[in-house]
């Protein structure tokens, strides 16, 4: 006869995941181990199962939580069910987000849910942000228009809007504007150094990859490559 699993409260689960996209700085779906001199950087799934089954390796180190990662574990359920009303009533619901829906309406959990679980921060910042972003692009870009022609060389004074990590590509996604005209390119960043920091202004040179739309508005954007900042 099989061992029942343990189980857990879900809020107390999705407050570890919070913490551990606290900690991360995001979400990781696998874990990185570099030279000694930097340290471990485990999976969000990962440190939700060692935080909660309390045998981590020795470079794993328990995580303390704060107030606010139980906060927006709670908020983060009412956004998310808030949000997809409609496409919950419609039974519209993509296989991810009915998963993730599912998952987080139930009062307790197992380990086997850990995964789901740990990208739900992931989920709840992007929407919101994706949400706040629309309404700012649209307000203030409006005018945006496509830069040069495709293959040319293009540099400026890059103003970075948003970067963050797209693990497919194990590279960030650095989303912006010059003069007006929005930009987007992937960059691989040294782990061990800052990333940029969004809101500031720095000069790059690139090359026009292609001419496209962004993800979140359709209006023009362009995509570059090649690109070296400062």
Known sequence: MS???KEFLTHEVLAVAFACHRINDGYYKDTRRFSED???LFSNKEMVNFQLSENGPDDFFPITLTEQDFTN???SVDWLHKDNALAIIAGSL?????NVITTISRTTSTSSSFGILSVVPKVYFDAVKKK???KELKTNFSESKMISTIGSKIEGNFTLQEIKFVDRFSCHVLNGHIEGNLVSFFKSFDQTNELPLEGSTFKIKGKVKRHSENYITKLPETVINYVKMG
Not at 94 to 98: G, K, L, P, S, V
């Open 3 to 5: 061992k029942a699993k």
């Open 38 to 40: 930097t340290p471990t």
């Open 73 to 75: 574990a709670k908020q």
């Open 94 to 98: 993509n296989d991810f987000m009915e």
């Open 132 to 134: 706040t972003t629309k």
